[in-house]
T-cell receptor
Framework: DARVTQTPRHKVTEMGQEVTMRCQPILGHNTVFWYRQTMMQGLELLAYFRNRAPLDDSGMPKDRFSAEMPDATLATLKIQPSEPRDSAVYFC?????????????????FGPGTRLTVL | GIQVEQSPPDLILQEGANSTLRCNFSDSVNNLQWFHQNPWGQLINLFYIPSGTKQNGRLSATTVATERYSLLYISSSQTTDSGVYFCAVDSGGYQKVTFGTGTKLQVIP
């Protein structure tokens, strides 16, 4: 049963600390998404990658956030320095998109999320 | 930016009932998706439907792009359908995705 995994599941840190969240996409998927969910802002798309290359990260605060895919089995989202307003659940999702076309009904498979609390 | 409104905001159904959730958007879009978040927070991508109609089991979705709305139909609802249903639109590829605020559905036995 292939699934997207995320670590850690929960993270509590102090303001100013670096936070790294990791995601292992489903093997064979070529697209990875990072989302953030807060009570105030709802769901937001932060960034996404195709074949490990960043296609768009316009949803991400550039000064403190960075997203990378060092290899096909790992995506990372870093926050440095973290702030209390970064407290949220961060979801990773992966999917298979060929030739820019999305087929089927379910295009993305979500991980369980990382619940981040910045004190 | 594009506005996405979902209605109703809350819905309570008896198990077995049918329902229709609506998503209105303020501008033309390239993509539209429906998501379900269960009460434990797990997100599932239900449909990618920029236009037309798709069906998956008891769920179906219709998007009328020219009139800027999409509908999600749930037939013979089950308690496992409870949760929040989000629609998300994209007016320029996969970037600049805007989510609606969701419809919270509760299906009671």
């Amino acid at each position: 049963d292939a699934r997207v995994t995320q670590t850690p599941r929960h993270k509590v840190t102090e303001m100013g600390q670096e936070v790294t969240m990791r995601c292992q996409p489903i093997l064979g998927h070529n697209t990875v998404f990072w989302y953030r969910q807060t009570m105030m802002q709802g769901l937001e798309l932060l960034a996404y990658f195709r074949n490990r290359a960043p296609l768009d990260d316009s949803g991400m605060p550039k000064d403190r956030f960075s997203a990378e895919m060092p290899d096909a089995t790992l995506a990372t989202l870093k926050i440095q320095p973290s702030e209390p307003r970064d407290s949220a659940v961060y979801f990773c999702a992966s999917g298979l998109i060929l030739d820019g076309l999305i087929t089927g009904t379910d295009t993305q498979y979500f991980g369980p999320g990382t619940r981040l609390t910045v004190l | 930016g594009i506005q996405v409104e979902q209605s109703p905001p809350d819905l309570i159904l008896q198990e077995g009932a049918n329902s229709t959730l609506r998503c209105n958007f303020s501008d033309s879009v390239n993509n539209l998706q429906w998501f379900h978040q269960n009460p434990w927070g797990q997100l599932i991508n239900l449909f990618y439907i920029p236009s037309g109609t798709k069906q998956n089991g008891r769920l179906s979705a219709t998007t009328v792009a020219t009139e800027r709305y999409s509908l999600l139909y749930i037939s013979s609802s089950q308690t496992t359908d409870s949760g929040v249903y989000f629609c998300a639109v994209d007016s320029g590829g996969y970037q600049k995705v805007t989510f609606g605020t969701g419809t919270k559905l509760q299906v009671i036995p």
